[in-house]
């Protein structure tokens, strides 16, 4: 009988899932993906199904998660996979605070602690806290584990984490830097210093997960030393909807100025500007869409505004790697990953241009690569590769669910996909 690994993905009204099925050797192969979307709203609800490469849609009323669970178990019998057969469960959360600086197997003040920081993490951690609850209600007895988006980032020295703020909102009310994406970040450093041959331990790299949400990491000795997502996922480079880093001052006088215009309450132009922060700005903002595809493609063609709307993204990227290289000790790799990193050479190309003093040579013909583990450049003058790394974050989340889950064990220093 084979036995199974799953990985589970909670969001307000979608459920990401990957099962993997477990092989001799301890290895993990993937088995079949997909997500449930528009959950709650019966009319619209259905299910995105991938198994070797074959996609599909199922429409189907699904009114809660835990129906949308139910509906994904179904699918799964369809292909003679029992839930007796799934050994373990990883579920994604995004943030685990202070507290957690890896994935841990889920009991009860896990549970306490991701609702107590239901606070700092409004958006995420309540849908990921229901996806746990569900898949236990579900599932029972089976183990199951959480991954943390800000566990990589816990090694952050203080002098990277800390902001220039009154010593209350530090101490009581928890601001600092938690960065995010840090599964993401973690799985892509170990992968570029496998493909370098470099000890991870000894690997120096930047790593740019670029997607609808952005975000930059440092990595010295094989660990997180500074990131640009920030308390939230709202600070750091511009990003599909976020606006990433502004003036603060900016939230006051625009709050100021919808008041004075439009007669509302202080409450509604915060939540306003807010919102607009979040969903309204970044590149749907700057080029009517937060589909960079579609910016760049007019860009090709010669339209000026998209051009300058790539040249204003990529110089914000530019900056903050920039930066990291100037405090590294050395980098062996600037990595880039995620939908629009390993999609968009056009971009990639356009950030190395505005990295001049690093000396960057992009190969034109391998920076066409799409969605391949490859090397599209390189500084000969400082010894840096730049490398296309597609990231796999469910793999972590199956790995660390079948260490600490399934067997029992401590997760490993080197994982089989380094």
């Not at 509906?71 to 469960?89: L, T, W």
């Not at 898949?135 to 584990?145: F, I, N």
């Not at 309450?265 to 589909?291: I, Q, Y």
Request: aromatic share 8%.
């Amino acid at each position: 009988m084979n036995k199974y690994i799953l990985a589970l993905n909670c969001g307000s009204s979608s459920l990401k899932f990957t099962l993997f099925l477990i092989t001799d050797g301890h290895q993990l192969e993937h088995n079949l993906s997909g997500v449930v979307e528009e959950i709650g709203n019966i009319e619209k609800s259905r299910l995105k199904l991938e198994v070797n490469e074959e996609k599909s849609i199922r429409n189907m009323p699904l009114p809660n998660h835990r129906d949308a669970l139910e509906a994904v178990f179904r699918v799964f019998e369809e292909f003679n996979i029992h839930k007796e057969d799934i050994k373990s469960i990883g579920h994604r959360v995004v943030h685990g605070g202070t507290k957690y600086n890896h994935s841990i197997l889920i009991e009860q003040e896990v549970l306490n602690t991701i609702e107590q920081l239901i606070p700092i993490a409004p958006l995420h951690n309540p849908p990921n806290l229901l996806g746990i609850n569900v898949a236990r209600e579900v599932m029972g007895d089976v183990p199951q584990v959480a991954v943390f988006d800000t566990a990589f980032h816990a090694t952050l020295p203080e002098y990277a984490f800390r902001y220039g703020i009154p010593e209350q909102w530090y101490k009581e009310f928890d601001v600092r830097t938690y960065g995010f994406h840090g599964t993401s970040h973690m799985y892509v450093a170990k992968r570029a210093a496998s493909i370098l041959g470099k000890a991870y331990d000894t690997f120096n790299g930047i790593t740019a997960h670029l997607g609808n949400g952005c975000s930059i990491t440092k990595v010295h000795n094989g660990q997180s030393v500074d990131t640009s997502m920030g308390f939230t996922p709202l600070e750091g480079v511009i990003m599909g909807t976020r606006s990433g880093d502004i003036d603060p001052a900016i939230i006051a006088h625009v709050v100021n100025q919808l008041i004075e215009r439009e007669a509302i309450s202080h409450k509604e132009a915060f939540d306003r500007v807010m919102t607009a922060l979040n969903k309204e700005s970044g590149l749907k903002a700057l080029g009517k869409t937060n589909m960079m595809q579609e910016i760049r493609a007019k860009a090709e063609q010669g339209d000026v505004q998209a051009e300058l709307v790539v040249s204003i993204y990529a110089y914000r990227i530019a900056k903050y790697i920039g930066a990291y290289w100037a405090t590294l000790d050395g980098c062996d790799a600037l990595v880039f990953t995620a939908g629009l990193g390993e999609n968009e050479g056009y971009v990639r190309k356009k950030i190395a241009g505005f990295l001049a003093n690093i000396g960057i040579e992009i190969d034109d013909e391998k920076n066409k690569i799409r969605k391949e583990e490859v090397q599209i450049g390189e500084s000969k003058t400082h010894g840096l590769k730049v490398m296309m790394i597609p990231t796999d974050e469910e793999i972590v989340i199956g790995y660390d669910a079948y260490y600490l889950g399934y067997l029992g064990q401590e997760l490993p220093k080197k994982y089989p996909f380094e």
